[in-house]
Each structure stands twice: as structure tokens, then as C-alpha cells.
């Protein structure tokens, strides 16, 4: 990985669009390991590529913050942003935020006594 956090006195920040672990579920856009995210010595990943939001990692944070709108039954559940926020010591705080005007759900739907 030819990305590189240097200096300790600011905050470095990772942008990546990858697909982190290689997730057989997701086309092999640029793959890379959790281990070569760590290795780069960023503070923070904000990553791209997977469209659900998820929490990869803590230390170093790393962010699939996924898109704001689901666009179809298989990107279901709460879609929107992070809010994040880092303190004087560089601690990392995050809160989601669902912002989306759709959200699409699986269901069971008992129609026996339809």
C-alpha cells in the first residue's frame, strides 16, 4: 500500500475506495487486508466500494460509511451518514445518522387466512 501517514501532530485521514478482506459478495475492486490499512499508519479509513455502513476496525477507525439511499431490495435496512467527531486527543467519536426516504425490508408476510 503506497499510502502513508507521517507526521503524528495532525490527524491522517485515508480515503479508499477498495474492497477491504476480499468479500467474495462484491466485485475485487482493489483489494486490500485489514493488516495493509493498519500498516499505512492513518488514523482514520474512510472507505468506498460496499454500500452498507459498517465499522471495520477501531484502531485505526475504518469506515464503510455506505450510500445515503438504498436503490434496490438488495441494499436494504437504514441508509445516511456519520457524524464524526475527533477531540483534542484524537479520540474518535462516531454517530449514524439515517437520512434515506426509502428504506427496503425483507418480510415475512403470513397470507394463510388471506
Not at 49 to 64: N, Q
Amino acid at each position: 500500500m503506497k499510502f502513508k501517514g507521517e507526521r503524528k501532530d495532525t490527524l491522517s485521514i485515508g480515503l479508499l475506495h477498495a474492497n477491504v478482506g476480499s468479500r467474495i459478495e462484491h466485485e475485487p475492486y482493489a483489494p486490500c487486508t485489514i493488516n495493509d490499512l493498519r500498516s499505512a499508519n492513518m488514523d482514520m479509513w474512510l472507505l468506498g466500494h460496499i454500500h452498507k455502513p459498517e465499522v471495520i476496525g477501531k484502531e485505526p477507525f475504518m469506515l464503510y460509511p455506505g450510500n445515503i439511499q438504498g436503490r434496490h431490495i438488495n441494499e436494504d435496512g437504514p441508509r445516511g451518514c456519520y457524524f464524526i467527531t475527533v477531540d483534542a486527543n484524537q479520540k474518535i467519536s462516531y454517530e449514524f445518522k439515517p437520512v434515506q426516504n426509502i428504506v427496503w425490508k425483507c418480510e415475512d408476510v403470513n397470507i394463510e387466512k388471506a
